[in-house]
T-cell receptor, first 112, second 114 residues
Framework: GEDVEQSLFLSVREGDSSVINCTYT??????LYWYKQEPGAGLQLLTYIFSNMDMKQDQRLTVLLNKKDKHLSLRIADTQTGDSAIYFC????????????FGAGTQVVVTP | GAGVSQSPSNKVTEKGKDVELRCDPISGHTALYWYRQRLGQGLEFLIY????????KSGLPSDRFSAERTGESVSTLTIQRTQQEDSAVYLCASSSGLANSPLHFGNGTRLTVT
C-alpha cells in the first residue's frame, strides 16, 4: 500500500536551517516532490528529485533521498519568516497514473 | 492561461443543495487531477483525467460526487445533495502527462456546507 508520513510541526529560528523529514513505503516510487502551501493558497511546487538520485540542490533548498530507507528530507538554509508555511512531500509511483500520494504536511513556524 | 484557475474561490451552500466546481488547467496539459483537503489535513485524491476520459476514479467518496472534462480542457466537479462532511478545499492540478512532469495546482475552491 501507499503511505507517506511526515512530522506535523517544526519550529525554527530565523537564520537557522530547517530540516523537514518524510518517509514513504512504496518501493516503486519514481519521483518525489516537495510542495509549499501558504495560508489560503494552493500548493506551490518547490522542488523534486528523481528516485535514482540521492541529492538535489536548488538555491537555499537541498533535497536528500535515501532510497534504501525510503527517507526523504528537505533542508532550507537561512530560514526566513516567509518560509513559514505547510510543507508537503509527495511521491509518484509507476502504477499511479501520474497521481501523487501526499503526506499530511509539516507546519513550519519561523520565529524571529 | 499562465496557471491553473479554479472558480469559485469560495462557495457556501446549504445542506442538500448541488454544487459545481470548475477547473481551467494550464493550456496544453493533458492530465488533470482533483484532490480534496479537509481542514488541517493532507490531500486526498479524488479523480484523474487523461484527456477527456477518467481512468482513475478510485478516490470519489460516494456516488454523490462526479466529474467531467470536455475539450481536453475545463473540468467540473459536481457534488449532489451536499452534506456537512463535504466541507473542504477542493484542489485541481494539471500536468503535461510526461513521466517527470510535476502537478501544478490551482488555489482551490473552499466549500462550506451549512
Amino acid at each position: 500500500g501507499e503511505d507517506v508520513e511526515q512530522s506535523l510541526f517544526l519550529s525554527v529560528r530565523e537564520g537557522d536551517s530547517s530540516v523537514i523529514n518524510c518517509t514513504y513505503t512504496d518501493s516503486s516510487s519514481t519521483y518525489l516532490y516537495w510542495y509549499k502551501q501558504e495560508p489560503g493558497a494552493g500548493l506551490q511546487l518547490l522542488t523534486y528529485i528523481f528516485s535514482n538520485m540521492d541529492m538535489k540542490q536548488d538555491q537555499r533548498l537541498t533535497v536528500l533521498l535515501n532510497k534504501k530507507d525510503k527517507h526523504l528530507s528537505l533542508r532550507i538554509a537561512d530560514t526566513q519568516t516567509g518560509d513559514s508555511a505547510i510543507y508537503f512531500c509527495a511521491e509518484k509511483t509507476t502504477d499511479s497514473w501520474g497521481k501523487l500520494q501526499f503526506g499530511a504536511g509539516t507546519q513550519v513556524v519561523v520565529t524571529p | 492561461g499562465a496557471g491553473v484557475s479554479q472558480s469559485p474561490s469560495n462557495k457556501v451552500t446549504e445542506k442538500g443543495k448541488d454544487v459545481e466546481l470548475r477547473c481551467d488547467p494550464i493550456s496544453g496539459h493533458t492530465a488533470l487531477y482533483w484532490y480534496r483537503q479537509r481542514l488541517g489535513q493532507g490531500l486526498e485524491f479524488l479523480i484523474y483525467f487523461q484527456g477527456n476520459s477518467a481512468p482513475d476514479k478510485s478516490g470519489l467518496p460516494s456516488d454523490r460526487f462526479s466529474a467531467e472534462r470536455t475539450g481536453e480542457s475545463v473540468s467540473t466537479l459536481t457534488i449532489q445533495r451536499t452534506q456537512q462532511e463535504d466541507s473542504a478545499v477542493y484542489l485541481c492540478a494539471s500536468s503535461s502527462g510526461l513521466a517527470n512532469s510535476p502537478l501544478h495546482f490551482g488555489n482551490g475552491t473552499r466549500l462550506t456546507v451549512t
